[in-house]
C-alpha cells in the first residue's frame, strides 16, 4: 500500500485538476448546497462580464471601421467590381436606354455609345472611393460593435458558451490535466522518500 502513494496521489492531482476545470461549467445555474453555500460553474456566473470584456477587445483591439474603410477603397479591391459595373452599363446603354429613348438609337452610333461607356465608367471609379468612404462613416456612427458583441456572446447558451471554449481549449484542458496528474505522482514520490527518512 505504501508503493501506491504516488499512484495514489497522481489520481487525486489528475481528479481535482478535471473538478476545477469542469467548474468552469457546471452547475450551469446556481445550487445551493447543505442550505449553505451557492455555487456555479465560473463561465455561467459570469458570462456577462466575459460578454463586456469580449465586446470592449474586439472593438478597441480587432475591428476599425477606419481599416475596414481603406480595404473597401483599396484601388485592387475597386477593381474587382469593374466587370460587374461594364457589364451593367452596357445592358444600360444597349437594352434600356433604347427602350426609354428610342431615338437615341437613331443618332448614336456603336463608337458613341462606347465613348459614353468610357467616361461612365471613369466617373464611376472617381465616385466609388467618396460613396464607400461616406457609407462606411455612416456605418461606424450607426453600429456599435461593442454593443453587438457583448449582446451576443452574452445570450449564448451556456451550452454554446462550452462549446466554443471546449473547441478553443480542448488541447489544453487535456494538458493541464495531466499536469495536475504528474505534479501529484511527484508529490506523492516526495511524501515517500520523506516517509523513508
Known amino acids: 500500500m505504501f508503493w501506491l502513494q504516488p ?3 497522481a489520481f487525486t492531482g489528475w481528479f481535482t485538476t478535471w473538478i476545477a476545470i469542469y ?3 457546471h452547475p450551469r445555474n446556481p445550487k445551493r448546497i447543505l ?5 456555479q460553474g465560473i463561465f455561467p456566473k459570469r458570462q456577462r462580464q466575459v460578454a463586456e470584456k469580449l465586446g470592449s477587445m474586439v472593438a478597441k483591439e480587432l475591428i476599425h471601421f477606419d481599416e475596414i474603410a481603406i480595404q473597401l477603397r483599396n484601388p485592387e479591391q475597386l477593381k474587382e467590381l469593374t466587370p460587374t459595373i461594364e457589364k451593367h452599363l452596357d445592358n444600360f446603354l444597349q437594352v434600356k436606354l433604347k427602350e426609354k429613348l428610342p431615338v437615341i438609337s437613331m443618332f448614336v452610333g456603336a463608337g458613341m455609345m462606347d ?3 468610357e467616361g461612365m465608367l471613369e ?3 472617381l465616385l466609388l472611393p467618396e460613396i464607400i468612404g461616406q457609407y462606411t462613416d455612416s ?6 460593435i461593442e454593443k453587438m ?5 452574452a445570450n449564448f447558451s451556456s451550452d454554446k458558451l462550452e462549446q466554443i471554449l471546449e473547441a478553443v481549449m480542448k488541447k489544453e484542458f487535456k494538458f493541464i490535466e495531466i ?10 514520490l516526495i511524501q515517500m522518500g520523506l516517509a523513508f527518512l
Do not use: C
Open 7 to 9: 499512484f495514489i496521489a
Open 35 to 39: 442550505g449553505l453555500v451557492t455555487i
Open 149 to 153: 458583441v457583448t449582446e451576443k456572446v
Open 123 to 125: 466617373e464611376i471609379g
Open 179 to 188: 499536469i495536475g496528474g504528474v505534479l501529484g505522482f511527484v508529490i506523492g
Open 115 to 117: 465613348k459614353i461607356k
Open 139 to 144: 456605418l461606424s456612427k450607426r453600429i456599435d
Open 23 to 25: 467548474m468552469l461549467f
